[in-house]
């Protein structure tokens, strides 16, 4: 039913991850290639490899091997990554989507598949972000099979690209010549089942690789396939809102009382909705490797993913937001709190509205590599990469249709006094399932797409100055381009009846239910060949016809050594990075109604130096301490200088193409005992000084050249010219903030084949998000950021049987400050995901398994202001996995 875990992979890629994660390891901190690690696959094998690599970096870094995201249920990666510590994910469709470490969200996160800055984007729900538009990678377009190591850093150094605040993800596929046999072949076969949509879908995975008795060329192909259909359903308010006031009131005994009411909080959209998924996704990943001497080894890796989905949200609501019809509602009942919220409400002359959106989208990720390494001689090696990638999203179809019934005869309710989360709605007597009550009225299509690519080259050397010193240097380019588009068809339905009436519902709607109630859902296919709606002129939305094209040069020297102080082992690096940007930024201009098409340069450049130590006192004792200057680009969508000019008013609303990347100074330190074979206790403090945040902005007295546009858009005979003052309302670098931590970590086999691994995270911060409307300096969490994250582990495994068992949890965190319609803050309560997995060995070739996922039904849980007014509160159910895995 979606992305199949590892499980044909399990044996073959446990022993491939050493030797390529060590040839990682070698690149980045200039030491020998260690030799190739065979293993049997095993879960506690896997945590012992990923501890070692732990142990060994110079770095903060966590590392997940093969057989530990083989043997746990994950959906995807993001899955798998919301177990190491300070990570945690927000899901969409009841899917990891998106992560963030140790409080910096998704935008400040970077990925790498195989070594090369990579950006992966899909289209999701209104509620879970829509389609994305900016940095942040989601992990759902990749099913869990195609990698087998990922690999988090927490700390900067010289020799890995800028571009994170939070961390660099490094994501790899398997190398052909590190699988022990010289044919090795991993099948693998899984049905899913979900408690809510109740349906049976397909996971299937394969793995061969072979190469020749020499050991000199090998090739490998890896294909995942999964099919998901999920159902999900709750209740939704799209935010709260007091900016409308009803037309009477009869339950107020006079005018204050009145007043009082149309001063309430209420829902602005009360709804039910049923939303259904299907999602497919098919993905190939393929390596060749020569090895013609032990000094020269040559790759050529590509990987592709096919993500498709289609998507049905049904609903059913009432309109109370600012242009809905409560100018025509009287208040029969209601209810305010101390919140001044409206917690209950009978509505009378109220307008039901019935709506089904339906998607069809596809993400087509493709990336080709070609990586390589010579040592010329035992103490001078060099290594290269040149590749690029392209992810492509298009919602080609993205289709609502609207029923609408006016001034129904009976009395509308929400009361949220009982159960603030699913609110009960209650539509009185008026009959939801008679056609003949509705007219369709509207239609909406808003087809759009994001296409991202990345064009890499890279060439780094080693040169080893003695046994203690070595000297790494490097040169990067990189070339990143955005565009994204949407169009538009949305109007009223045109009226088609012989007396001039709105066409009618007809037979073009099915049922659906939620709740107790039931109510008539558009058919999309009949109402929209009724109005021959894709044959209707699309208009572009100039807001979303942007592009962002951005050339990174950089180059870095980092010195490393390994010696002893006072008897004491100490390694460390030292080295500065420095790159520069230049950004080429897109978008349409509104000037004097008319739009214009603006493209604005610009270049920064940034000197990033990095400190990293580790010091054992004593055996199986690491004290490590990372100091590094960091950087992250400003958000796609706050760079577009798309907007208007008003010459008449001198008015620039626009982003800021001229917008400074996010910097900062991080600090890291730690200490690690190794205090057993397989255990750790570890406990680390990190702090991040960030310089500035991005915020809205309005600015009298700008000048023309300090906007970013050109001259040439300029009316010459206009009021304002070249060197006159603007007012300019935008977005612009605000104040930063201050955010810190720490981690705790234990890891041990305990007795008798059983074992722990927990973490536990917490993170503060205080960030500056400008001045509200009274002009108070606005105050708050960063967005993205739970103030405490926990993970925790319990296995056992012997020859025949394994079980695990895993809990994570995240705390509350905002998502949007301020919020909209009046409300101070926006964002998601908690969660806390449990997952299990069990696996029986049959033979050695044979393997069965049963995994379950989200055992505790957890919600998708959304509000708005710092009272908790829900806004979001959708589930979608457990999933459970049966499957086998045969290697021959």
Not at 1 to 18: E, F, G, H, R
Not at 64 to 91: H, K, Y
Not at 290 to 309: C, E, G, H, K, Q
Not at 742 to 759: K, M, T
Request: hydrophobic letters at 35%; aromatic letters at 10%.
């Amino acid at each position: 039913m979606n992305a199949c875990k590892i499980k044909p992979l399990v044996a073959a890629i446990a022993l491939a991850t050493p030797a390529l994660s060590q040839s990682a390891l070698a690149q980045e901190q200039g030491s020998a290639v260690l030799e190739e690690i065979t293993v049997t696959a095993s879960y506690r094998d896997s945590l012992a490899n990923a501890l070692n690599q732990k142990r060994d970096a110079v770095g903060s870094r966590d590392v997940i091997m093969a057989e530990d995201i083989a043997d746990f249920p994950d959906l995807n990666l993001a899955e798998s990554l919301q177990r190491i510590p300070g990570v945690a994910i927000s899901r969409d469709a009841g899917e990891g989507r998106n992560v963030s470490v140790r409080g910096l969200g998704p935008q400040f996160t970077r990925v790498r598949i195989n070594g090369m800055e990579a950006m992966s984007t899909t289209g999701g729900t209104d509620s879970s972000g829509g389609a994305n538009r900016d940095r942040a990678f989601d992990f759902n377009t990749f099913a869990s099979e195609l990698f087998n190591s990922l690999t988090v850093h927490k700390t900067a150094s010289a020799d890995i690209d800028e571009g994170s605040l939070g961390a660099t993800i490094d994501l790899s596929t398997g190398k052909p010549l590190d699988y022990k046999d010289d044919l090795t072949f991993r099948l693998s076969g899984q049905a899913g089942y979900n408690d809510l949509a109740q349906e049976v879908d397909p996971r299937a995975s394969f793995l061969v690789a072979g190469k020749n008795g020499d050991e000199t060329i090998g090739w490998s192909l890896t294909g995942s396939y999964s099919k998901r259909n999920i159902l999900e359903e709750g209740f939704s308010a799209v935010r709260w809102s007091s900016e409308r006031d009803f037309a009477s009131c009869s339950a107020c005994a006079d005018q204050a009382e009145f007043d009082a009411v149309n001063d309430g909080i209420y829902p602005r959209i009360p709804r039910y909705g049923v939303l259904s998924h299907e999602q497919e996704r098919f993905g190939l990943t393929g390596s060749l490797q020569f090895r013609p001497t032990d000094r020269t080894d040559i790759s050529v890796d590509y990987l592709m993913s096919n993500f498709d989905a289609t998507r049905s949200e049904e609903f059913v609501e009432v309109s109370i937001k600012e242009n809905g019809n409560a100018n025509q509602m009287d208040v029969v009942d209601y209810e305010l709190d101390s919140n001044n919220t409206l917690t209950y409400m009978a509505l009378s002359d109220f307008d039901t509205r019935i709506e089904n959106r339906y998607d069809e989208l596809n993400t087509k990720f493709q990336q080709l590599s070609v990586s390589a390494s010579h040592e010329f001689s035992d103490n001078f090696r060099v290594s290269g990469l040149l590749g690029t990638s392209n992810s492509a999203f298009d919602n080609p179809i993205q289709t609502t249709i609207i029923y609408d019934a006016f001034d129904a005869p009976d009395t509308f309710t929400y009361d949220a006094r009982s159960d603030s989360k699913m609110v009960d709605l209650s539509w009185g007597n008026f009959d939801l399932t008679n056609p003949d009550n509705f007219e369709y009225t509207n239609f909406r299509d808003r087809p759009n797409s994001v296409d991202n690519s990345f064009d890499t080259a890279q060439f780094n050397l080693t040169y080893d100055i003695s046994d203690v010193w070595s000297v790494d240097a490097g040169v990067s380019y990189k070339q990143y381009n955005f565009e994204v588009t949407e169009s538009r068809r949305d109007n009223r339905v045109s009226a088609v009846t012989s007396d001039g009436q709105d066409l009618p519902v007809g037979d073009m709607y099915t049922l659906t239910s939620l709740n107790g109630i039931t109510w008539i859902t558009p058919d999309v296919a009949a109402a929209a060949a009724a109005v021959d709606l894709y044959n209707q002129p699309l208009s572009l939305r100039s807001q979303d016809d942007r592009a962002v094209k951005e050339k990174d040069t950089g180059f870095y020297v980092q010195v490393n050594w390994d010696s002893e102080v006072a008897g004491m082992p100490l390694r460390g690096n030292f080295g500065v990075r420095q790159v520069t940007t230049s950004l080429e930024s897109t978008g349409n201009t509104s000037i004097g109604g008319e739009l214009q098409k603006v493209t604005v340069d610009r270049d920064y450049s940034d000197t990033l130096p990095s400190l990293n130590v580790v010091l054992s006192p004593v055996e199986d004792v690491n004290l490590r301490l990372s100091y590094a200057k960091v950087m992250a680009r400003p958000g796609l969508g706050d760079l577009t200088p798309g907007g208007s000019v008003d010459q008449f008013n001198g008015v620039v609303k626009y982003g800021n193409p001229n917008l400074d990347p996010f910097r900062a100074d991080a600090f890291d330190l730690s200490a690690e005992w190794y205090y057993d074979d397989e255990a750790l206790v570890a406990l680390a403090y990190f702090k991040k000084k960030i310089d500035s945040f991005v915020v809205s902005t309005s600015d009298a007295g700008v000048p023309w050249s300090s906007t970013g546009l050109p001259n040439s858009i300029l009316d010459p005979n206009g009021q304002y010219g070249a060197n006159d003052l603007w007012q300019v309302d935008g977005k612009g670098n605000g104040k930063g903030g201050d955010l810190d931590g720490f981690e705790v970590i234990w890891q041990q086999p305990l007795f008798n084949d059983f074992g722990v691994v927990a973490n536990y995270t917490y993170v503060d911060s205080a960030v500056e998000y400008g001045e509200d409307s009274d002009g108070n300096i606005i105050v708050d969490d960063l967005q993205g950021l739970s103030r405490n994250t926990y993970n925790l582990t319990f296995y056992y495994e012997t020859e025949k049987f394994g079980a695990r068992i895993s809990w994570a949890k995240r705390d509350d965190y905002l998502t949007r400050v301020p919020g909209r319609n009046g409300n101070d803050i926006e964002g998601t309560i908690g969660t806390q995901n449990v997952d299990m997995a069990l696996n029986y060995n049959f033979s050695e070739q044979l393997k069965f398994t049963f995994e379950g996922i989200n055992l505790t039904d957890e919600y998708n849980h959304q509000y708005v202001d710092s009272s908790i007014r829900s806004s979001v509160y959708h589930h979608t159910g457990r999933q459970f996995y049966l499957g086998a895995s045969y290697a021959f």
